[in-house]
């Protein structure tokens, strides 16, 4: 099975991740690679096991979340072939699918609200890589 999109969460991202996938349970095909609880633990693992679908295949996309969205950035962005931006509105998350084909949305959980998410989300899931002219800054990235 291809699941559409996986998900992760540090500790200080597990609420919202729980909310996210509660929500959307119908309607999307969730890989939920942890965390499974509000017990400390660090971001990388989580960072590292949703990317790891995606270069396999197994999923198309992914979700991460922890308190800033900066550490998770900063781990998932250490692939080729990922593209992890931060968003914390839904013109940030569209712009950053259609300008940079971000494959990775990152929350930073400890700014945005359930509500917020899921308009972010939303925003990110119905834009579309407009390539064109982004793809020579891609192909700059890879390089």
């Known amino acids: 099975m291809i699941y559409r999109c996986a998900i992760g969460a540090d500790h200080r991202g597990y ?3 729980k909310a996210l996938i509660e929500h959307y349970h119908s309607e999307e095909k969730w890989l939920d690679v942890g965390t499974h609880s509000s017990e400390r633990t ?4 989580f960072a590292h096991a949703v990317v790891e679908q995606i270069l396999s295949g197994a999923a ?3 979700i991460l979340l922890c308190g800033t969205g900066s550490g998770m950035a900063i781990a998932a ?3 080729k072939k990922i593209y992890a931006a931060v968003a914390w509105n839904p013109e940030i998350a569209r712009r950053a699918r259609e300008e940079d084909n971000c494959t990775v949305l990152i929350l930073p959980a400890d700014y945005v609200a359930r509500d917020e998410a899921i308009a972010i989300v939303d925003a990110w899931q119905n834009a579309e890589y407009k390539a064109g002219r982004y793809e020579n800054r891609i192909a700059l990235l890879d390089s």
Do not use: E, S, V, W
């Open 15 to 17: 609420f919202l991740k």
């Open 42 to 45: 660090d971001y990388p693992l």
């Open 60 to 62: 198309h996309t992914g």
């Open 77 to 79: 962005n250490r692939y």
